[in-house]
């Protein structure tokens, strides 16, 4: 995730029953954009800058959940929440909106514009979940981001060993070996403040790290296989003080579980992924990578996740068809989809009346 500047547009359309709107990054690496909204918890909803408001088009409202793509997580990495539709808002999310989205998950920021400093007290956390909604922490885990708690600007002239080099798309965001020590406190560090916030489980980024390092002369397999580990400690630590019931989600990377003896499917409550069916507004060179393995994950009874960046803004008969043609697509294999926003900001909600939502 990475913090970029953003300008707040406010789009207001009034239109029967129409609600809000937002976007990530893309295959193979992930990210987080800036702050932008001043809304606080008394704001009206369609007063946010942070909500983009479009037209209604049909939507099938009185289809059934299992139309709907509905999943209720199960088995050792489950939860016993039904999720049929999730959300994805990385900057300056508001409680507020979310509460008032209708969204059954929401993947946001421990923070609102990353730093400590504007983190979400426990009792905005609370909020969210007595709406009946699934708050999930995004961290990053294969990657180091110099606007975090845990960074030392010291480090970019003296480096510590576990500290890799700079993403050269995404400044700021540096390369970690993530199997060291090191690394991991950091880590169990962050998860702590997660826990401590009360949030029901963790969106965990940049596990497709492994591709970087095998890239550099580490073999493959084993890079693999220490991420693996590394997600499968971080299911135990959190559980051990969260619950069992603590959701853990990877975010890229599925081809892990080419990796997996079996215990990574069956820790994991689901799997995420972004740009499965378009990459921007053509169809994604990675979707016959991506998708025996995310029909694998959701075979097994846990959620899958996609996110799209295929929406234009713009409300046309196209764009309009176009995020049909994904809905429909990742909920015909069983998906619980997300079109987010071209830009991929992350920075707002993107609702669309009966289809996101659906009801």
């Known amino acids: 995730m990475r913090y970029t500047p953003v300008i707040a547009v406010i789009i207001i359309l ?22 932008g909204s001043n809304m606080t918890q ?24 299992a139309e709907k793509g509905a999943v209720a997580p199960k088995g050792d990495g489950g939860s016993n929440l039904s999720v049929e539709s999730w959300a994805y808002w990385l900057q300056n999310a508001s409680p507020a909106a979310i509460v008032e989205s209708g969204f059954d998950l929401i993947v946001m920021d421990y923070s609102r514009d990353g730093s400590e400093e504007t983190a979400y007290t426990r009792e905005e956390i609370e909020v969210i979940k007595g709406a009946g909604i699934i708050p999930i922490a995004y961290i990053s885990i294969g990657e180091a981001e110099d606007y975090r708690f845990y960074w030392d600007e010291g480090w970019v002239e003296n480096p510590p ?29 962050y998860l702590d403040k997660i826990i401590a916030q009360g949030f029901m ?62 215990a990574l499917l069956k820790t994991v409550s689901g799997w995420a992924s972004e740009d499965v069916f378009y990459d921007g507004f053509h169809s994604s060179p990675w979707m016959e990578e991506k998708l025996p393995f995310l ?57 669309i009346p009966g289809l996101q939502p659906p009801r």
């Open 14 to 35: 009034v239109a029967s029953g129409c609600v809000f709107r937002i976007p990530s990054q893309g295959t193979p690496s992930t990210a987080t954009p800036s702050a």
């Open 42 to 65: 008394n704001t009206p909803l369609e007063d946010s800058p942070s909500v983009s408001i479009i037209p209604s088009f049909q939507g099938r409202d009185n289809a059934s959940p």
């Open 161 to 189: 060993e576990w500290l890799g080099p700079e993403n050269p798309e995404w400044r700021g965001n540096y390369a970690v070996r993530y199997w060291d020590e090191e690394w991991k406190r950091i880590i169990f560090e």
């Open 201 to 262: 489980g963790v969106y965990l980024d940049k596990v497709d790290e492994y591709w970087f390092w095998a890239e550099r002369g580490y073999n493959e397999s084993w890079a693999a296989q220490e991420m693996i580990e590394f997600i499968l400690e971080i299911a135990n630590y959190t559980r051990s003080k969260a619950g069992e019931g603590f959701m853990i989600v990877p975010q890229n990377g599925e081809d892990l579980l080419g990796y997996d003896d079996g």
């Open 295 to 351: 029909d694998r994950v959701a075979e097994a009874g846990k959620l899958v996740l996609v996110v799209d960046y295929i929406d234009d803004g713009t409300g046309s008969p196209e764009n309009t068809d176009r995020i049909r043609d994904f809905i429909e697509r990742a909920r015909g294999r069983g998906y619980i989809p997300y079109a987010a926003l071209e830009d991929r900001a992350l920075d707002r909600l993107v609702v």
